[in-house]
Nanobody, 126 residues
Framework: QVQLVESGGGLVQAGGSLLLSCAASGPTFSTALMGWFRQAPGKEREFVAS????????NYADSVQGRFTISRDGAKNLVYLQMNSLNAEDTAVYYCAASGRYYSGPTYSTGAYDYWGQGTQVTVSS
């Protein structure tokens, strides 16, 4: 069983930055596809970024491309999401997700992931 705990959310002014962290525990972390999703009030959960088990492949939503960076530290079982140039549209609860199996489909799909964290709130004030 993989457990995920997010941290680093908070209130930031437009144009500012935040670093989200996701601490993972469980035997499959080192081989798991990892992702970040977000959900704003009244909206569906949407893909933000994903990173392959080797960290060799990273994918981003168009809305965050060039502003957000996903990375992982296998030795510390951590996944990060560096968020720069934040704007009000980035306000949401951010969720870390992990796949506990081999997966070759689109990494932007929630179906790619088996485990989810509880989420961390990010609020950007304009």
């Amino acid at each position: 069983q993989v457990q995920l705990v997010e941290s680093g959310g908070g209130l930031v002014q437009a144009g500012g930055s935040l670093l989200l962290s996701c601490a993972a525990s469980g035997p499959t972390f080192s081989t798991a596809l990892m992702g970040w999703f977000r959900q704003a009030p009244g909206k569906e959960r949407e893909f933000v970024a994903s990173i392959s088990r080797s960290a060799g492949t990273k994918n981003y939503a168009d809305s965050v491309q060039g502003r957000f960076t996903i990375s992982r530290d296998g030795a510390k079982n951590l996944v990060y999401l560096q968020m720069n140039s934040l704007n009000a549209e980035d306000t949401a609860v951010y969720y870390c997700a992990a796949s506990g199996r081999y997966y070759s489909g689109p990494t932007y799909s929630t179906g790619a992931y088996d485990y989810w964290g509880q989420g961390t709130q990010v609020t950007v004030s304009s």
